[in-house]
């Protein structure tokens, strides 16, 4: 049984982008639906690589060019950062066919390391798009409806909700595959997708060598959702230095895990050191 595809907003930006640009990389969070939105879009049309499984991640390390010779474009490689060594080649053979747009499709689970790599090796040959899980709009299957302040007057019709039905979306979050299954257990879920999110991409990244005191710090961080966030008040609850809380919140804003949100400010130099808010993508239950 399939799962039925949800429509996403990104889908025009995404079409338009690999018209003008030889590469087009998607990042975004585990689970938020890139590789089901390209498959969707281009699978007709493109290759697929998904250099996940340990056999092909090693091939790709091991022979990049090989790999890449292997895997003619238009092609998808989805989860490039496990194999990063692979850039430099997509770019050569990009600049051998410079004027042909759409020729790499890429995807990525984590933000700061893949966006450096992209911009040491695909700097101005790349577009960079970003997935996050659903909107409400999206998950309710009107992605391009226009928000209250976009429609200019014009009147819509909408169902009118409980403050417990919003509370009960908030907490059961827009991870497509929640929306796809409305039956399935979202505490559940959740819990599964922070071990595998420990075990696959923490274990991945440097400075995180107690998982459970970072599952601690990924709690904390949840109560504080939407509040002001203090990380000198965080490190001393939790009982870790500072530069330890600044280094862990780095990870979780490059897996996308959390946004730190900065306040708005027409003195651009407050926006920086006045107090932001904080804002996790799961609720951290227990």
């Not at 997509?90 to 450096?116: F, H, M, P, W």
Request: glycine share 6%; net charge positive.
């Amino acid at each position: 049984m399939h799962n039925r595809y949800i429509e996403r907003a990104l889908e025009p930006v995404l079409r338009r982008a690999i018209k003008e640009f030889p590469a087009v990389v998607l990042t975004g969070p585990r689970q938020s639906g890139k590789t089901t939105l390209l498959k969707h879009l281009f699978g007709g049309q493109y290759g697929y690589v998904s250099i996940e499984p340990p056999d092909v991640r090693m091939a790709a390390k091991e022979d990049p060019r090989g790999f890449i010779e292997m895997y003619p474009p238009p092609v998808i490689f989805d989860e490039i950062q496990n194999a990063p060594e692979l850039l430099p080649y997509i770019k050569e053979k990009i600049d051998a066919d410079r004027d042909t747009c759409g020729q790499y499709l890429i995807t990525g689970s984590q933000n700061l390391l893949l966006v450096e790599r992209v911009t040491e090796s695909l700097a101005g040959r790349a577009a960079m798009l970003k997935l996050l899980p659903l909107t409400r709009r999206e998950a309710k299957g009107h992605p391009l409806k226009k928000l209250p302040w976009e429609a200019k007057g014009c009147k819509t019709e909408e169902k009118k909700i409980s403050s417990k039905e919003i509370w009960q979306e908030f907490l059961r979050g827009g991870y497509p595959e929640l929306a796809a299954h409305p039956k399935r257990d979202a505490a559940l879920w959740h819990s599964a997708y922070i071990q595998t999110y420990l075990e696959r991409d923490v274990r991945t990244l440097r400075q995180v060598g107690d998982l459970t005191q970072f599952q601690n710090f990924l709690r904390a961080l949840a109560a504080r959702s939407a509040g002001l966030f203090h990380l000198s008040d965080l490190s001393r609850d939790l009982g870790i230095a500072v530069n330890t809380a600044k280094a862990w919140l780095s990870v979780l804003e490059a897996t996308y895990q959390v946004i730190v949100l900065r306040p708005y400010f027409a003195n651009v130099g407050k926006r920086l050191v006045k107090t932001p808010k904080v804002y996790p993508k799961l609720c951290m239950k227990g």
